[in-house]
């Protein structure tokens, strides 16, 4: 590993689902994180880590 990359993106599920179709190997399914994201994480050809997230709405 060489990076480590922490992207917000619109749509996380979504994005995954590109992600993992383009060849992306996962290194994190998306989940729920406690601090208030939802996230995940692939890795790219080059052994960069990548970290997809999206705030979660709150509800309020």
Not at 3 to 21: C, I, K, M, S, T
Not at 27 to 38: H, I, K, S
Not at 51 to 60: K, M, V
Request: charged share 20%; glycine share 10%.
């Amino acid at each position: 590993m060489t990076q480590n990359l922490y992207v917000r993106v619109d749509g996380l599920d979504e994005h995954f689902a590109r992600a993992v179709a383009a060849g992306a190997t996962v290194l994190e399914q998306p989940a729920d994180q406690p601090y208030g994201d939802r996230r995940y994480g692939v890795t790219d050809p080059e052994g960069h880590h990548w970290y997809f997230a999206e705030a979660i709405s709150s509800g309020n």
